[in-house]
């Protein structure tokens, strides 16, 4: 009898503009195609971020420009990379593809 275990892959902080939107949707729960707080929360936390809940709370702030309480249009998606880069670090770069 094999025993498999299941490793949780976790991006590298380093990736394209489309990887991050694809990681992103991982964590839409509800697959209406827009992020919450909550999924972000789950997101920063699966990347093991301290204080994952505060950061997704600013990244909402930040990034949630008519104020609904989701990250769905274009302009939303970029000032959460924009977010991401500055605040958290990570190394999101345009694909030249």
């Known amino acids: 009898m094999a025993i498999m275990r299941c490793i949780k892959v976790h991006p590298s902080?380093?990736?394209?503009?489309?990887?991050?939107?694809?990681?992103?949707r991982n964590f839409d729960a509800d697959h209406d195609g827009r992020i919450s707080q909550e999924e972000l929360k789950d997101a920063l936390h699966s990347l093991?971020?301290?204080f994952g809940w505060w950061?997704?709370?600013?990244g909402m702030k930040e990034a949630?420009?008519?104020h609904d309480g989701q990250?769905?249009?274009?302009?939303e998606i970029e000032k959460l990379v924009n977010?991401?880069?500055?605040?958290?670090h990570m190394k999101i770069y345009q694909s030249d593809w």
């Open 64 to 66: 949630d420009c008519n």
């Open 55 to 58: 950061k997704a709370r600013q």
């Open 48 to 50: 093991r971020i301290w």
């Open 83 to 88: 977010y991401a880069q500055q605040r958290l």
């Open 71 to 75: 990250i769905g249009n274009a302009k």
């Open 13 to 24: 902080r380093e990736m394209t503009v489309d990887e991050f939107k694809a990681w992103l």
